[in-house]
T-cell receptor
């Protein structure tokens, strides 16, 4: 069965702190894709990253970085020097290659609040 | 610019009426579109896969007679909530998948049933 778990429902930090959002996934497929999306209060989903199951290299994009570890089935997301504009709900998602058209299974989401 | 549009962005309707939500792929043809539903403070749940020229594929537990999906062209899918009730109030989001397994999401439609 496929499943994505984001154990942290809410996180509150003070501006400039680093924060890590956890994501653990379950899948029986060997080929799959993992995603992170940001959902600000407006509701529109903002794509952050896609990672395929054969690429375990960590990625850094500005203040954002992702740590993908197949051994622990985790795909964690770290924001360095957080800013108030980072406040949003963040979703981790999984797409199995065998699924029709790549439909996404979302985690429960982590609501991040960055206070000034 | 936007790749996927949804209309309307917000709608309020009375209980018992039907509401149609449109999802348009603006930049490319889409043989498949997805419809998701999101309750407040909750995750996105896939409702159905819309297939151009054929019947939609519904996820388990989703009433196909209540949530009618039509995908009549390669750029338009519609979701009609029939005989809406207050428990149907939710945020409905459509998405268009790409060949590279990314998805372009629409801006969402907030439905309130009074």
């Amino acid at each position: 069965a496929q499943k994505v778990t984001q154990a942290q429902t809410e996180i509150s930090v003070v501006e400039k702190e680093d924060v890590t959002l956890d994501c653990v996934y379950e899948t029986r497929d060997t080929t799959y894709y993992l995603f992170w999306y940001k959902q600000p209060p407006s509701g529109e989903l903002v794509f952050l990253i896609r990672r395929n199951s054969f690429d375990e290299q960590n990625e850094i994009s500005g203040r954002y970085s992702w740590n993908f570890q197949k051994s622990t089935s985790s795909f964690n997301f770290t924001i360095t020097a957080s800013q108030v504009v980072d406040s949003a709900v963040y979703f981790c998602a999984l797409s199995e290659a065998r699924n029709q058209g790549g439909k996404l299974i979302f985690g429960q989401g982590t609501e991040l609040s960055v206070k000034p | 610019g936007a790749v996927v549009s949804q209309h309307p962005s917000r709608v309020i309707c009375k209980s018992g009426t039907s509401v149609k939500i449109e999802c348009r792929s603006l930049d490319f043809q889409a043989t498949t579109m997805f419809w998701y539903r999101q309750f407040p403070k909750k995750s996105l749940m896939l409702m159905a896969t819309s297939n151009e020229g054929s019947k939609a594929t519904y996820e388990q537990g989703v009433e196909k007679d209540k949530f009618l999906i039509n995908h009549a062209s390669l750029t338009l899918s519609t979701l009609t909530v029939t005989s809406a009730h207050p428990e149907d109030s939710s945020f409905y989001i459509c998405s268009v998948p790409t060949d590279s397994y990314e998805q372009y999401f629409g801006p969402g439609t907030r439905l309130t049933v009074t």
